[in-house]
């Protein structure tokens, strides 16, 4: 496993750090955006109002949520590893080629074990980023993963 560091311009804060990461992902603020987890209607407002207009808190009581795949995943704010699967298994489906986006608090976790837990659910790690106390990693989800969700 090859995982790519980014180094984040000095002035930025951790917020802009994410936005960078979308950017970078090939995500543009057109794009559909699902936000699950702890933090998620916070992070999608933050979005929205940057301009990300298809960002979605989703609220898994809707019948509609989720029901397009998404072009992305956005966990804003897991604070144990081993709580991703869970969140991974409530998320809706994310397209063949979309990204899956996890923030984590300073301790974070390797990348190694990251990729481990997100690797049952098709996406393989392509990035790690430090920056002022937050970790945020970026996988893609691969080709042959359709919507597994892992007991």
């Known amino acids: 496993m090859t995982v790519h560091a980014l180094q984040p311009p000095s002035s930025t804060a951790a917020e802009n750090v994410l936005v960078q990461a ?26 929205c109002r940057r301009g990300y207009e298809r960002a979605q808190h989703l609220c898994l009581h809707s019948p509609n949520c989720g029901v397009e795949p998404a072009d992305a995943l956005l966990v804003p704010h ?14 809706p489906s994310v397209r063949e080629g979309g990204v899956l986006i996890v923030r984590m608090g300073a301790r974070g976790e390797s990348a190694e074990a990251i990729a481990a837990l997100a690797a049952p659910f098709g996406y393989a790690l392509e990035r790690h980023v430090m920056d002022k106390g937050h970790a945020l990693y970026i996988a893609r989800r691969g080709p042959r993963s359709v919507a597994l969700k892992v007991a």
């Open 22 to 47: 979308l950017q970078q992902s090939g995500l543009s603020k057109h794009n559909l955006i699902h936000i699950a987890g702890p933090g998620a209607l916070a992070a999608m407002l933050w979005l």
């Open 78 to 91: 897991l604070g144990l590893a081993g709580d991703l699967p869970a969140v991974l298994n409530t998320a």
